[in-house]
């Protein structure tokens, strides 16, 4: 197996949504191949990273010009 | 073995064990964006809890976690109009943070919100408490930022090819990455990488940005990352992976002392 093929299939093997067979294959591959296992922990960082953006700022409030347009938009609907 | 006040150090939803490489990491706890313990980490916690350190998080006792008040879903029900400004204003900000996430551009995001709040006004007499307030809301906006996204017209993007590896003809790698991982998760903890991950998934084309957001940011699966994006399962994962490569390509550039783009 090429480090190419490794890393088209890397997210199924991080699934663990490959054959048995092929993911010993892959785990044989990673343990002789700095590069992938390079390239498999930056990926996986990189999802940790994406990640932790989706939390960063849902703590702050709304604003309050948009909590009145919308408040203004629900009174017309209601009316 | 975990309640309110115990949970594990390093908890992702939905992210599979085997993809955050638990020994030696720490990650941030967090619920999903709608502010409740997605279903996928209880199922992860019983491999998760023997070797995970525990730490107690006194947020979690917030109404994150607490049931919908019953009385307030009755009176939202009835379109009581306090009870729908305590909605908009509990909610609304992290709404907008979902717009923003898969709108580039803030007017959209707050038309987005917008609309979905409209939206779920005129559901709500039929709001039947299935799920929690918070979980529905999520829906509603991402099916807002959704359409809003169909309906602009589209910005001239980057390939998505020019961003994913390139490989000699025996197969290696043409351009091994660094291990820049160890220094991300301590940039990281010292909250210096948001923006510059934000702008690196903002880089991604639109096509790839928006099945990266529902299912690494917004903790969807991929059925339901298909259904919204009316395509099937298999185009989901493909676009996936290859818009975690190129946000890692990003990344990688970033590291190397780069502008991420």
């Not at chain 1, 591959?29 to 930056?42: I, S």
């Not at chain 2, 995970?52 to 109404?63: I, R, W």
């Not at chain 2, 529902?214 to 994006?229: H, I, P, S, V, Y």
């Amino acid at each position: 197996m090429t480090c190419c093929e490794i890393i088209e299939f890397l997210m199924a093997y991080l699934d663990d949504a490959l054959p048995r067979d092929q993911q010993a294959v892959f785990t044989g591959h990673l343990a002789v191949c700095p590069e992938c296992r390079n390239f498999m922990d930056t990926y996986r960082e990189t999802v940790k990273l994406g990640a932790s953006v989706g939390s960063a700022h849902d703590a702050e409030a709304i604003p309050a010009e948009v909590v009145s347009a919308i408040l203004q938009a629900t009174r017309e609907v209601s009316e | 073995m975990f309640g309110r006040t115990c949970v594990p150090l390093a908890i992702h939803h939905r992210i599979p064990p085997a993809l955050l490489g638990w020994t030696g990491t720490t990650v941030r706890v967090r619920v999903n964006h709608v502010g409740e313990m997605d279903r996928a980490v209880f199922r992860c916690l019983p491999v998760m809890c023997s070797d995970m350190p525990f730490v107690s998080d006194p947020s979690l006792e917030s109404s994150q976690l607490a049931a919908d008040d019953p009385e307030l879903v009755a009176r939202l029900r009835a379109r009581d109009a306090q009870a729908f400004a305590r909605l908009v204003n509990e909610h609304g900000g992290r709404l907008l943070s979902v717009a923003r996430r898969l709108l580039a551009h803030e007017e959209d995001a707050r038309d987005a919100v917008q609309d979905a709040f409209v939206s779920a006004f005129r559901a709500l007499p039929t709001f039947e408490g299935q799920s929690r307030l918070s979980t529905w809301l999520h829906r509603i906006v991402v099916n807002a930022a959704l359409m809003k996204l169909r309906q602009r017209r589209r910005r001239p993007e980057c390939s998505i090819e020019d961003l994913l590896p390139k490989f000699l003809p025996d197969g290696h790698q043409a351009d091994p990455p660094d291990n820049w991982s160890a220094e991300a998760e301590t940039r990281l903890l010292r909250g210096e990488l948001q923006v510059v991950v934000r702008r690196a998934i903002e880089e991604l084309p639109e096509a790839y940005r928006t099945v990266l957001v529902l299912r690494d940011l917004e903790g969807f699966d991929t059925e339901q990352t298909a259904r919204w994006l009316e395509v099937g399962e298999g185009v989901v994962k493909t676009r996936l992976h290859r818009a975690r490569q190129a946000l890692r390509t990003l990344l990688d550039h970033y590291f190397r002392g780069g502008d991420p783009k």
